[in-house]
């Protein structure tokens, strides 16, 4: 018989479906190893990355691009959302109301990030309208001189986002935050058991 494919399996670079489905959410000590496996996925798979990207002078759009799948998909994991068709608006501008993006980011801001960042990059690979990414700013986000659009700091943006799964993570460790623990149970199971079926698919033949 064959076995599961461990590729199939995991779920982030150091830990597989097994792994997760081995926790016991009503036991206190296994929500660090959690908040490690979800960490593991979001930063193993995404923000260390886009980290790597921003040595690069002209990286602005893919870490923006980078960071805005990011942002939608923590806010999902916030939520327990296992499918966010037609909810991306709602995610990401929720997600930009955050402490880690006031008083920058108001409902206007919010509202033109979506259009022209998230949507512009990742439908047109470019930033709609009157945009302009650069670092080295005094602050994350700033409107433009004449006031028809925005300049964004890149580097201070993706600290945002990652500082805000570091919350994220901090948040799960505590036991006070039971609605968002039961979020995210509902997702990595989710998660878990779609990586379970995948390797069922991808099953390895026994040299045995």
């Keep these: 018989m064959g076995g599961p494919h461990i590729e199939a399996l995991q779920i982030s670079p150091a830990f597989t479906s097994g792994d997760w489905f081995a926790l016991d959410r009503n036991r206190p000590i296994d929500w660090a190893q959690a908040a490690k496996i979800v960490k593991d996925r979001l930063e193993g798979r995404f923000l260390r990355y886009a980290g790597n990207c921003l ?118 460790v505590n036991p006070e935050h039971d609605n968002l623990r039961t979020h995210l149970w509902t997702k990595m199971n989710y998660i878990s058991d779609v990586r379970v079926q995948r390797g069922a698919e991808y099953a390895v033949e026994n040299d045995e």
């Design 55 to 172: 040595r690069s002078p002209y990286s602005g759009f893919v870490v923006l691009s980078i960071d805005s799948l990011m942002l939608e998909t923590l806010q999902q994991f916030r939520e327990g959302i296992i499918n966010g068709h037609r909810q991306s608006r709602r995610l990401v501008t929720t997600f930009l109301q955050g402490r880690r993006f006031q008083p920058d980011f108001d409902a206007e801001a919010r509202s033109s990030y979506y259009k022209d960042i998230r949507c512009g990059l990742l439908h047109q690979a470019e930033a709609r309208r009157m945009w302009l990414i650069r670092r080295g700013e005094s602050r994350m986000l700033a409107r433009s001189p004449t006031g028809e659009g925005y300049v964004i700091d890149v580097r201070r943006f993706h600290k945002a986002v990652r500082q805000s799964l570091l919350d994220y993570m901090q948040e799960l």
